[in-house]
T-cell receptor
Framework: EPEVTQTPSHQVTQMGQEVILRCVPI?????FYWYRQILGQKVEFLVS????????KSEIFDDQFSVERPDGSNFTLKIRSTKLEDSAMYFC???????????FGQGTRLTVV | GENVEQHPSTLSVQEGDSAVIKCTYS??????FPWYKQELGKRPQLIID?????GEKKDQRIAVTLNKTAKHFSLHITETQPEDSAVYFC????????????FGAGTILRVKS
């Protein structure tokens, strides 16, 4: 069964450093998302991406965040200068369109120290 | 914007009993309502979803009901088993601007054997 894959599974970084989280969505999916989940809290929307551009972003997704689809398969989330409060599990998701199942990757646990 | 409220925050039931989790949403444009089960450190896993053109959907021990007029939907688990213990999240889509999911705060379900 096709699945969304994310790398790395765990990333530890120093405050102020840049990190890139990588995702490979399911190949025939058209909509891509990043969500964040701080430990013990709910899943929060960060950004959606469709047709090679951002379609919506949340208040969390400030100038320190960016997304890119550098080729036909990868979808990346970059945090330019990490803060302690960026520590969370980051999930990539994809689906084929409106009101269809969103498939989640296994997540990247980001720890900023 | 869309707001999803979920209750209760924790639920303890005896094995074999039923469990009910309720959610309300605010955006009348929402038309897709998935329920996710999340085990510790894992990705959210879709367990059932419902679209706004139906009022009820069932899959073995799991059912979901939707009341569009009242803007609420509920998850029903019958004959609960210890392996049902997990965190359950409801969500509602926002069809405009990228079809993101807005999640409820989650319910910790404990099934006691």
């Amino acid at each position: 069964e096709p699945e969304v894959t994310q790398t790395p599974s765990h990333q530890v970084t120093q405050m102020g450093q840049e990190v890139i989280l990588r995702c490979v969505p399911i190949s025939n999916h058209l909509y891509f998302y990043w969500y964040r989940q701080i430990l013990g809290q709910k899943v929060e929307f960060l950004v959606s991406f469709y047709n090679n551009e951002i379609s919506e972003k949340s208040e969390i997704f400030d100038d320190q965040f960016s997304v890119e689809r550098p080729d036909g398969s990868n979808f990346t989330l970059k945090i330019r200068s990490t803060k302690l409060e960026d520590s969370a599990m980051y999930f990539c998701a994809s689906n084929t369109g409106e009101n269809t199942e969103a498939f989640f990757g296994q997540g990247t646990r980001l720890t900023v120290v | 914007g869309e707001n999803v409220e979920q209750h209760p925050s924790t639920l303890s039931v005896q094995e074999g009993d039923s469990a009910v989790i309720k959610c309300t949403y605010s955006d009348s444009a929402s038309n897709y309502f998935p329920w996710y089960k999340q085990e510790l450190g894992k990705r959210p896993q879709l367990i059932i979803d419902i679209r706004s053109n139906v009022g009820e959907k069932k899959d073995q021990r799991i059912a979901v009901t939707l009341n569009k007029t009242a803007k609420h939907f509920s998850l029903h688990i019958t004959e609960t088993q210890p392996e049902d213990s997990a965190v359950y999240f409801c969500a509602a889509n926002v069809p405009e601007y990228g079809n993101k999911l807005v999640f409820g705060a989650g319910t910790i379900l404990r099934v006691k054997s």
